[in-house]
């Protein structure tokens, strides 16, 4: 809609992630690339799809991490 009329939405104008969450914001891209989806919508990403991408990857999630990708799912499964 901006590049079409130049009229910022009010749902674009978003606050830039904080440098000490960046990477917690590409953690999530990583697992939300993997997401299964049911017959007609995403699923949530489960705590076994999780803690395998842990696994996977060699990371140890901090718990505030972890709360960071489960608010990061609840907010992408809303907008969808």
């Not at 997401?35 to 007609?40: D, E, I, L, N």
Request: charged share 20%; with cysteine; hydrophobic share 40%.
């Amino acid at each position: 809609m901006y590049e079409q009329t130049g009229i910022m939405p009010p749902q674009l104008d978003v606050p830039s992630i904080p440098h000490e969450l960046e990477h917690v914001w590409g953690y999530f891209l990583q697992m939300n690339a993997k997401r299964t989806a049911g017959a007609m919508a995403a699923n949530p990403l489960s705590d076994e799809q999780i803690m395998a991408w842990e696994r996977r990857h060699r990371i140890q999630l901090t718990p505030f991490e972890g709360e960071c990708i489960d608010a990061l799912d609840q907010a992408y499964l809303a907008s969808d």
